[in-house]
């Protein structure tokens, strides 16, 4: 048999549909076209209450728990299912790869162990905010900390998706080698956004003529969401009709929701639930003029390269790790880390139209790999660890 049929891959994560996150986005992509150009590919993950998988691949689900502090993320407890020990016990893995240091990475590291296999893990995700915000005594945190960073020296490759990423993890105290994979996205830029923006502004209810700023994501004040609300006040008052539309869900939903109606906006910012249609999510994307992101949290942000498909281009944080890929005015803007100087930064975008549609085909030209292309280097990566291996 050809080595392409023989490799059976297992892609371990704490987090899966329905939750909707950069990092589920990352393994359903690599699950979904590894499972097409390189062999069985399986993604291991907590059980989720009432959901069912329907996926074009097979999904593993263990034993969970609720979180008290980030629901609807749930605990998995590997360990505690002996109905999963026994399915990873009897399957033949050629390879295991960890996107999470928690239960799931863990387990497949007792995989790639118990079947003398490679593992990989991902470092995807700024763990110490998640902790602080868990467990605000820093001696834990610190504890808990050193233990991811013994997880990641524990494997046999580590994978950041982009360069900057590597410092975050190089923070906590990780010393060894990584290698840089990036991140793709499954929309592909169209040739014309006039369509699915037409669609956009009818399921929002808004007018062509309003501009429209996006955020799209996690509703938690780690992505630095109440330092938007703040700077929307002074956009408003300066730009005619803008309208600012926030997608998902979120343990600090309603806690902006009342910082907007503080600050007296309400009738400028539209919350929307999250959104699973992915056609849906396009048309709300092509409708957006600018894609507001000033989050110091995230590490490699998927929905800043999905925006840039519908030439959308983000307003980000000088210096933030998620604004590693854009120059500023060329395919994005990056403000100074103060409310006034963003707000200046999406006026001055908003009102220079030729600017904002130059810097939004700059987003669209540079931001959009697909994860078909990415999945053929991670083919051809696995290929080569096991090559080694061997």
Partial sequence: MSPMKDVIVGQFNDGYLPIMDGVTLTVRNYAFWLNRILGPTYVVTPWFPGHKDAEPFPVIRYFSVPTIVRPPYRIGIPDFDAKLQ????????????????????RAALKVA?????????????????DLMRAFPVKAI?????????????????????????????REYGYRGPYQVVENGIDLQPPVSVDEPAAAGG?????????????????????????????????????????RMVFVGQGY??????????????????????????????????ARAD?????????????????????????????GSTAAEVIHHRENGFLSPDD?????????????DRPLLERVGLGASATLCRSW???AGEVRDRYLGILSRWA
Avoid: C
């Fill in 86 to 105: 026994d399915i990873l016990r009897k399957r033949r893995f050629s390879l295991v790869h960890a996107h999470s240091p928690f239960g799931a990475g």
């Fill in 113 to 129: 162990r118990e079947k003398r296999i490679p593992i990989i893990a991902t470092f995807h995700s700024k763990f110490r905010e």
């Fill in 141 to 169: 945190v610190n504890e808990q900390v050193d233990r991811i960073v013994d997880f990641f020296h524990s494997v046999d490759e580590v994978w950041v998706p982009q360069e900057s990423v590597a410092l975050t993890l």
């Fill in 202 to 242: 009818r399921h929002l209810g808004l007018e062509a003529e309003l501009p429209m700023g996006l955020f799209v994501g996690q509703h938690i004040l780690e992505k630095n969401l109440e330092f938007l609300v703040r700077s929307l006040p002074a956009v408003i008052a300066a730009v005619p009709g803008f």
């Fill in 252 to 285: 600090a939903k309603e806690q902006l929701k009342d910082l907007v109606a503080k600050l007296g906006i309400d009738r400028s910012v539209i919350f929307h639930p999250v959104i699973h249609d992915r056609e849906l999510l396009k048309s709300i994307y």
């Fill in 290 to 318: 600018i894609f507001l992101f000033p989050s110091k949290y995230d590490n490699a942000p998927l929905v800043v390269r999905e925006a840039a498909a519908y030439r959308a281009p983000s307003v980000m944080l000088e």
């Fill in 339 to 351: 409310v006034e100087a963003y707000a200046a930064t999406v006026i001055g975008a908003l009102r």
């Fill in 372 to 374: 078909r292309d990415v």
